[in-house]
């Protein structure tokens, strides 16, 4: 009976679209898995199937497709943490917009979001006023408020640094370097956790920038290449954990990572054209 | 004696008197004998007047007190085809040796994926692969055919009328 009413050629092709972006991510739970979990994904897939006339995403209302929440949901069970704000409000349609928003870990500093630290400064914890610390070295402070948001913290959470260091211009951090030299103290989650207010750990959970960057298309590799960052999340946050913890409770850890911090900075080489 | 029944017939339908009666309206009215003797020439010469003549049927009755009355019935043409030989039968005769049946890939493929929808949840990966690869071949047919098909639409919307040189039949 279906077969007497076809449908539009738009409808067909979103609806195909979403058929095909189902497949590829079973294809690639199948390659990651194997046999395992067959059952389950069978049932969501059961019922991803049962309908695949399933009206379209309304623009006007907002309203999500069942069937591709069905999709987020194997991706978000299987193969990586999708942002869970995105996945409840279900407003995904793969037929049409193959994007995914990621659940990324936000450990990334924003401006806006080191503006706010700096408007409430006695609010901090000793851990967050390293944050303070890292933005005031980066130079993102101008000089007098820098020098002032360096006492205060010094004082209220005892860095034990009474003076702010003058940092050369046009410089870089070797990273390296830099854990080579926190490790001789045990403290090289330090260095992690400065690649992740960088967003530079090489990870793509903690580097992601939903500001700038593209959201993430479906595709195959794009999904094996998501997994397996998401495997390696969690020993990143471990290192991001045992820094906060050390930095709430070790008492030199201040001095210590400042002394590295500043025997690890570089001189940026400029080329000239002759 | 070609030439004398020549003669015979111009004196002939000269002393006839021709009427046309339309049926469908009621109107009697004289034709000279010139167009009146042909079917062909009526059909031309009233095409403007009439405009189903074309298709409509000419009887002709037998001589009554010198005249003829030639009454034209409206029937029905046969729609589209046209007579063997005319210029719509190569496009009619293409159109059925196509052998697709005009259904763009992507909505072909689409039911298809419809009808073995409960399957699917239950293939092995190699059967997904091929799935896949049939669906991309899809989307590529599709959209090449959708792309023509918009061209076409395009090309007949921007196009600027055209009086045909004949009146299609049936039309």
């Known amino acids: 009976m279906l077969r007497l009413n076809p449908p539009s050629y738009g409808f067909a092709y979103a609806a195909l679209t979403e058929v095909y972006v189902a497949l590829q991510v ?8 194997g046999k395992k979990h067959k059952k389950k994904i069978a049932i969501i897939l059961q019922e991803f199937f049962k ?8 623009q006007t209302d907002n309203q999500g497709n069942y069937n591709s929440t069905l999709i987020a949901k194997l991706i978000n069970d299987y193969l990586f943490g999708l942002d869970e704000f995105w996945l409840d409000e279900e407003c995904m349609d793969f037929g ?9 870990m936000g450990y990334r500093i924003s401006w806006d979001e080191f503006d706010e630290m700096m408007g409430r400064l006695d609010e901090l914890t000793r851990a967050g006023s390293f944050t303070i610390m890292m933005g005031i070295l980066w130079g993102n402070v101008i000089l007098q408020d820098a020098k002032a948001a360096w006492k205060f913290c010094s004082e ?32 090289e989650c330090l260095a992690t956790l400065l690649e992740a207010f960088d967003g530079s750990t090489g990870n793509v959970f903690y580097d992601y920038d939903p500001e700038t960057w593209m959201p993430i298309t479906i595709s195959e590799k794009d999904l094996m290449v998501a997994h397996e960052n998401w495997l390696k999340a969690p020993k990143i946050r471990k290192q991001l954990d045992e820094a906060y913890d050390i930095l709430e409770t070790r008492s030199d850890v201040f001095t210590l990572f400042l002394e590295a911090y500043m025997k690890s900075l570089r001189l940026r080489e400029r080329k000239v054209k002759e | 004696m070609e030439e004398q029944t020549t003669t015979l017939s111009t004196i002939s339908n000269a002393t006839l008197t021709y009427m046309l009666n339309v049926q469908e309206t009621g109107q009697t009215f004289p034709l000279p004998a010139s167009i009146a003797t042909d079917d062909n020439l009526i059909k031309r010469s009233l095409a403007s007047v009439i405009p189903y003549i074309d298709t409509a049927k000419l009887e002709r009755s037998e001589p009554k007190d010198g005249v003829i009355t030639i009454t034209v019935t409206k029937t029905h043409a046969p729609k589209g085809a046209g007579t063997p030989g005319s210029t719509f039968s ?13 259904t763009n890939a992507v909505i072909k493929t689409f039911l298809d994926v419809e009808q073995m929808s409960k399957q699917i ?43 045909a040189s004949v009146v299609p039949v049936g039309f």
């Open chain 1, 26 to 33: 079973i294809s690639v739970i199948a390659k990651i898995y």
């Open chain 1, 51 to 58: 309908d695949i006339r399933m009206p379209r995403m309304r």
């Open chain 1, 96 to 104: 049409t917009d193959q994007n995914i928003q990621l659940g990324w």
């Open chain 1, 156 to 187: 209220t959470y005892k860095w034990k640094l009474p003076n702010m260091p003058e940092i050369p211009e046009d410089c870089y951090i070797d990273c390296s370097q830099l854990k080579k030299l926190l490790k001789k103290h045990g403290i």
């Open chain 2, 90 to 102: 190569p496009v009619i005769a293409s159109l059925i040796a196509s052998e697709g049946d005009g």
């Open chain 2, 121 to 163: 949840a239950g293939y092995g990966p190699h059967q997904i692969l091929e799935l896949k690869k049939r669906i991309e071949v899809a989307f590529k047919a599709g959209e090449k055919q959708d792309e023509t098909f918009k061209a076409v639409v395009n090309a007949l919307m921007e196009s600027s009328p055209q009086a």
